[in-house]
């Protein structure tokens, strides 16, 4: 009998013979490229958490990212180089080019194809940017930047700054081009108290009145899962510490932006509402994720907690404001905490939760922004809470905001009572009607969320009501169609979307949404496939993007069956 664990004899002789490997495996960095990815990173620490800001730091200053670079960069990390490639890869604004490549074109134009810009005909003006790049720019298509309620939109990456053009067109974006994009002012904010933080670390609101409070009101998570704050806060109190808190300022869903406006209509109090948070938890540091889409707010948040920690209202806690890269997947939670944490954005399987075993393995209280916005409201009057349970209509409690976007004559966010309906959001919130248009349906929870008939628009916009009917509210996105818009091309934007957005972790998603795409396609769609398909997706994908992204195809099946080819 053969052994065939001991190689031949030959072949030992060979390796014996062979002379030692003169270094480490694979390539190694130039002392040229060490040095320069040091300079490069300037003060930031060398640590595997904030890869995700050290590609940044390379990229806004070199223009991408060359392969010479990440090695280095892997060696001054102490990361196998595949560590980081693999990371700069996966998210969209990351530019990886060989070293003896030409860099990108100095000005990149992202044209937004999301379903409210589409509507606003994102599509021509992408096609005529492409035909006639301004000043040799490169062009490409991207997904939602937040800005639905002014579309089309577009952004201009030029010399390290990026900004956005909102109602954009041709000569505005080859303006943007040539001069870069006005960076806007920082409008003067009035002196802030922060009379609710100071109220609970001075003793006169008691941890246990806050959250006594927070299920007094009725407040939710409202970034779209609805789970009730009060539960989750103790739920991460009864686990040992340190603890965290994360911000999801991530917002990526086509057609939401309420994020967005809360940050720029009043920082300080997004930010006071994470400082009561993490008081209340007893959370050693907070951790606040904004998407890369938002360059002006950063600018902004990074003075504001500058000013905060300045005035002593930070009182210990370190808070760490961090950059996404063009990855809407990391709008899901774990997959948010994998990016901080300095990997790619793959959503982690549950159990554990976030509020067990969540940053660096430690208990962290995620919020997105919304949630935050309402604390300070909520606790700052003796009766806070029990109004804001009381704004509601139809028997729900509580306010939220609403991104409205699509064919209403007044799109922008909308502060409403829970409970409050699409006709009456349309009619009361947002002028009625654009012009000329019939309202025919709306999307009630941004791409993910389904689409309704205007028949079913007197639903209340809120947790539990639209399930039965294959929706949901989500994050308070809606985009309102009418007459004049195609449901089949809406629906096939949508999937396009999670197509592309698909982190390809699990195979359901990854290969789910692209035949979905493909299926869409077809002069004739069939039905009994699609359906399969979205029961295949549903059951067996890691994270909601797909267990949700064929929400709008089940939907326009059947409530719109004439729309479908």
């Not at 694979?26 to 300079?39: F, I």
């Not at 994009?181 to 008691?206: D, F, I």
């Not at 089949?488 to 592309?500: I, P, T």
Request: contains cysteine; proline residues 9%; glycine residues 10%.
């Amino acid at each position: 009998m053969n052994d065939h664990t001991t190689a031949p004899s030959s072949a030992r002789d060979e390796r014996q013979r062979r002379p030692p490997r003169p270094g480490p495996r694979g390539r190694v960095a130039t002392p040229e490229a060490r040095a320069a990815v040091a300079g490069l990173l300037g003060d930031l620490p060398l640590r595997p958490d904030l890869l995700v800001e050290h590609l940044h730091a390379i990229q806004d200053r070199e223009g991408c990212l060359r392969a010479g670079r990440l090695v280095a960069l892997a060696e001054l990390l102490r990361l196998a180089p595949v560590e980081v490639f693999e990371v700069a890869s996966f998210y969209a604004h990351f530019d990886i080019v060989a070293d003896d490549a030409p860099p990108p074109p100095p000005v990149t134009i992202r044209v937004c194809d999301g379903l409210p810009c589409a509507m606003a005909g994102a599509e021509e003006l992408l096609a005529a940017l492409s035909t006639a790049p301004p000043a040799g720019a490169r062009v490409l298509a991207a997904p939602c930047m937040g800005a639905c309620h002014r579309a089309p939109a577009a952004s201009v990456a030029r010399g390290g700054r990026c900004g956005r053009v909102e109602h954009a067109t041709p000569e505005r974006i080859a303006r943007a081009a040539a001069e870069g994009v006005p960076q806007p002012p920082r409008a003067p904010l009035p002196p802030y108290r922060w009379a609710v933080l100071r109220a609970t670390r001075e003793g006169r609101l008691s941890r246990d009145a806050v959250l006594r409070a927070l299920e007094e009101s009725g407040l939710r998570g409202l970034g779209g899962a609805g789970f009730p704050a009060a539960r989750k806060w103790r739920a991460v109190l009864a686990q040992p510490g340190p603890r965290h808190v994360v911000v999801n300022a991530d917002e990526g869903e086509p057609g939401t932006f309420k994020d967005r406006d809360c940050l720029e209509r009043d920082p300080r109090r997004v930010l006071e509402g994470m400082l009561l948070a993490a008081h209340v938890i007893e959370a050693e540091a907070c951790w606040i994720y904004l998407r890369d889409e938002y360059p002006d707010l950063r600018r902004d948040l990074a003075a504001e907690i500058a000013a905060l920690q300045a005035e002593g209202m930070a009182a210990g806690t370190a808070i760490h404001l961090r950059r996404g890269a063009g990855a809407y997947v990391c709008g899901e939670e774990t997959a948010l905490l994998e990016s901080l944490e300095g990997r790619r954005g793959y959503p982690r399987h549950k159990p554990p939760y976030p509020g067990e075993r969540g940053l660096f393995g430690r208990p962290t209280l995620i919020h997105n922004v919304e949630t935050l916005w309402w604390l300070p409201e909520i606790l700052g009057t003796p009766d806070g809470a029990a109004r804001f349970a009381g704004a509601g209509r139809r028997g729900r409690g509580g306010k939220r905001l609403f991104s409205v976007s699509g064919r209403v004559r007044r799109p922008g966010v909308v502060e409403a009572p829970a409970g409050v309906t699409a006709r009456e959001l349309i009619e009361e919130f947002c002028g009625g009607m654009a012009e000329g248009h019939r309202f025919v349906a709306y999307l009630p929870g941004g791409a993910s969320g389904g689409i309704l008939p205007a028949a079913m628009a007197d639903l209340p916009l809120d947790f539990g009501t639209l399930e039965p009917h294959g929706c949901f509210v989500g994050s308070g996105a809606v985009v309102v169609l009418s007459d004049r818009d195609d449901l089949a091309a809406a629906v096939r934007n949508l999937v396009r979307f999670f197509r592309d957005e698909s982190c390809g972790q699990c195979t359901p998603c990854r290969v789910g949404t692209a035949k979905a795409a493909r299926l869409l396609e077809a002069p004739r769609w069939d039905r009994a496939l699609l359906e399969e398909l979205a029961a295949a997706m549903a059951d067996g994908s890691i994270c909601g993007l797909g267990q949700a992204a064929m929400n709008p195809v089940l939907s326009v099946l059947r409530f719109f069956p004439e729309a479908v080819p």
